[in-house]
């Protein structure tokens, strides 16, 4: 299958600061990439959408002044979670999908990065 | 949008199997089957697309109804290192919502030797 990664793997920041995570397709072309949450035992909660070259899609009561993504080219996307607070703290995990409307794609996730927010 | 994932919990003795449904309120385009182990992200599975199609990956297989909009994984012979937790993901449709997945609550799955 295909191979996402996600740096870092781990972060601690204080509270008030503001935290960067990358998602990188490595051998293949994502045209959407997508962002999710996990907290500890639960399941994955959809938190955007990320098209290349266009704004991200936001999903319901996910604020999108504090969760900042950018989908700057077809293998990058970043996370920018800003000033940091302890709620924030969680796993994120990106996902990477290649095709477009005509392909039925499978989508690969990155290995995730926990947060931490003292 | 979250489809409904059953049972919680499964715990099994090595060669006996297991079915793990899902269920959405929503139609559904396709659904996905991840598996996921302590501290790991997803593993992907299958995908399974409407029209009753009924997909296999070694021991492990599942099957979509379209029209009850439900799924279902098939564990037939379960080894030890199928034990994790199971999500299926599901996609709503196609157009604005195009490849959005909807996870349930998972299905924690426990083999002992």
């Known amino acids: 299958g295909a191979v996402v990664s996600q740096h870092p793997s781990r972060v601690i920041c204080k509270s008030g600061t503001s935290v960067k995570i990358e998602c990188r397709s490595l051998?293949?072309?994502?045209?959407?990439m997508f962002w999710y949450r996990q907290f500890p035992k639960k399941s994955l909660m959809l938190m955007a959408t990320?098209?290349?070259?266009?704004?991200?899609?936001?999903e319901q009561g996910v604020e999108k002044d504090k969760f900042l993504i950018n989908h700057a080219s077809l293998t990058l996307s970043t996370l920018t979670v800003t000033s940091a607070h302890p709620e924030d703290s969680s796993f994120y995990i990106c996902?990477?999908?290649?095709?477009?409307?005509?392909?039925?794609?499978?989508?690969?996730f990155g290995p995730g990065t926990r947060l931490t927010v003292l | 949008q979250q489809p409904v994932q059953s049972p919680q919990a499964v715990i099994l003795r090595e060669g006996e199997d297991a079915v793990i449904n899902c269920s959405s309120s929503?139609?559904?385009?396709?659904v996905h089957w991840y598996r996921q182990k302590h501290g790991e992200a997803p593993v992907f599975l299958m995908i399974?697309?409407?029209?009753?199609e009924q997909k296999g990956h070694e021991k492990i297989s599942a099957s979509f109804n379209e029209k009850k909009q439900q799924s279902s994984l098939y564990l037939t012979a379960s080894q030890l290192s199928y034990s994790g937790t199971y999500f299926c993901?599901?996609?709503?449709?196609?157009?604005?919502?195009?490849?959005?997945?909807?996870f349930g609550r998972g299905t924690q799955l426990t083999v002992w030797p």
């Open positions: 996902s990477a999908r290649e095709g477009g409307l005509a392909g039925l794609n499978e989508q690969f």
């Open positions: 990320s098209n290349e070259g266009s704004k991200a899609t936001y």
């Open positions: 929503k139609a559904l385009y396709s």
């Open positions: 399974l697309l409407k029209g009753g």
């Open positions: 993901g599901t996609e709503p449709g196609r157009g604005s919502t195009l490849g959005r997945l909807y």
């Open positions: 051998d293949f072309q994502a045209t959407t």
